[in-house]
Nanobody
Framework: QEQLVEFGGGEVQPGGSLTLSCVAS????????MSWYRQAPGKGRDMVAS???????YYSDSPKGRFTISRDNDKNTLYLVINNLKPEDTAVYYC???????WGQGTQVTVSP
């Protein structure tokens, strides 16, 4: 069964950092483009970053410079480091495999004083 499971969310203060992880199973992780999305309260789900099989990273404009996507193919794990967290980063963060539209269950990130 193809599966994605996210870890690492939580409640942090503004200016803090978090590392989100997404563990993949049931498919050859190294062969796929992977992405991170987020959904803020009352809003749609937006892509924040993607990474190719060759480790080329792409970011949406809004969090650019504060987000870093990476992957460890030996561990079948996708990462998202978020620095200088802001209240507007509060959202559920999802891992996605675009090909086949596989989604994780999401992990909540809350940024508040």
């Amino acid at each position: 069964q193809e599966q994605l499971v996210e870890f690492g969310g939580g409640e942090v203060q503004p200016g803090g950092s978090l590392t989100l992880s997404c563990v993949a199973s049931g498919f050859p992780f190294k062969d796929y483009v992977m992405s991170w999305y987020r959904q803020a309260p009352g809003k749609g789900r937006d892509m924040v970053a993607s990474i190719t099989r060759g480790n080329e990273a792409y970011y949406s404009d809004s969090p650019k410079g504060r987000f870093t996507i990476s992957r460890d193919n030996d561990k079948n794990t996708l990462y998202l480091v978020i620095n200088n967290l802001k209240p507007e980063d509060t959202a559920v963060y999802y891992c996605r495999r675009p090909l086949g539209d596989i989604w994780g269950q999401g992990t909540q990130v809350t940024v508040s004083p």
